[in-house]
């Protein structure tokens, strides 16, 4: 069974992105800048965006916090949005999501421009990606494509199942896989809370990936001995025995699948990790286009 490790495999996207960004200061040039956007104070959130902005400074890119109030307005958050769009010295923008109740968060992500839209999940890039096209791939899915190509696990002909249809994951998950590239060509099934026989259908993937938000969700009978498992969840529960007072859980459980699996990413350890490396690589092709465009 080889783990998944996401930090080596992170660790390695990260080592190439920061000798590209040497060299832009070396030849003079403004690093990659990177706007990231946190309304209120969800605890889990903070800790994305806080991971978001300390990779960031540790790979040389310029970021900038904006850190915003829970009872904000959508109005007053679109203009928020629309004045980092004008801001040449920006390259990237994230909102962090979920946004409070009150707001509209198709309506932040339209408002978005679709060149700094490093998250890749305005319906432009998503377009795009539908379509095949150089866009943002979101960054979790673009992550395990890197982890998959970092380890180098073929999916070219195997029959990869996605649990779970988000707008953030699974659907982008799902495009990837079935598209005709290396680390695609798979034929793709996508199960969700709707689907009948839904343990049978993980059990003929050749490729698991969990993006449900349940944990423990998978068990070792929903999984064909041999699968590559990739775990994308990261559920906060209450751990006494844990400092933080909490735990991070995945979709999977860990302890009964790794055993039959030919390979499987841990949580925490794996996917979350990929995540910020793409995100990171969308920020430096936001830049790239932003600076190259004629
Ligand atoms: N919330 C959960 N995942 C993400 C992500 O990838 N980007 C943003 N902006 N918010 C998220």
């Known amino acids: 069974m080889i783990r998944l490790d996401g930090k080596i495999a992170s660790q390695s996207v990260k080592q190439s992105l ?10 003079g040039k403004r690093p990659p800048h990177l706007a990231a956007v946190l309304v209120g104070s969800n605890g889990a959130s903070e800790t994305y965006v806080a991971s978001k902005v300390k990779t960031c400074e540790a790979l040389g890119f310029a970021s900038t916090l904006i850190r915003l109030p829970e009872n904000i307005s959508q109005d007053e958050l679109v203009s928020k949005v629309q004045e980092l769009n004008r801001n040449e010295e920006i390259d990237g923008i994230l909102v962090q999501l979920p946004l409070p109740k009150h707001i509209n968060e198709s309506a932040i ?23 095949g096209l150089p866009t943002f791939i979101p960054a979790t899915p673009y992550g395990i494509q890197l982890m998959l190509e970092h380890f180098q696990i073929s999916t070219s002909g195997k029959h990869a199942v996605v ?29 969700h809370s709707k689907t009948p026989n839904l343990e ?15 944990p423990g969700f998978v068990k070792k009978d929903m999984v ?34 790794a055993p039959i699996s030919s390979a499987i990413t841990p949580v925490p350890g794996g996917v979350g990790l990929m995540t910020i490396a793409g995100l990171m690589k969308n920020t430096l092709l936001a830049y790239q286009n932003r600076t190259t465009a004629s």
Request: aromatic share 4%; charged share 25%.
């Open 224 to 257: 064909k001995p041999g699968a590559v498992v990739i775990d994308v969840g990261i559920t906060r529960m209450d751990d006494s025995a844990h400092p933080k007072g909490y735990k991070i859980v995945g979709d999977v459980d860990f302890d009964e699948v």
């Open 200 to 214: 049978e259908i993980c059990k003929s993937a050749d490729i698991l990936v969990a993006a449900l938000g349940k």
């Open 163 to 191: 649990i779970g249809r988000s707008n953030i994951v699974g659907r982008p998950m799902s495009i990837l896989l079935s598209q005709n590239h290396a680390y695609g060509n798979a034929t793709v099934t996508v199960c």
């Open 18 to 27: 920061k000798i590209e960004v040497d060299n832009l200061l070396a030849a």
């Open 109 to 131: 992500i339209e408002a978005i421009d679709a060149s700094k839209d490093v998250d890749g999940f305005h319906p432009i890039s998503a377009g795009r990606l539908t379509l």
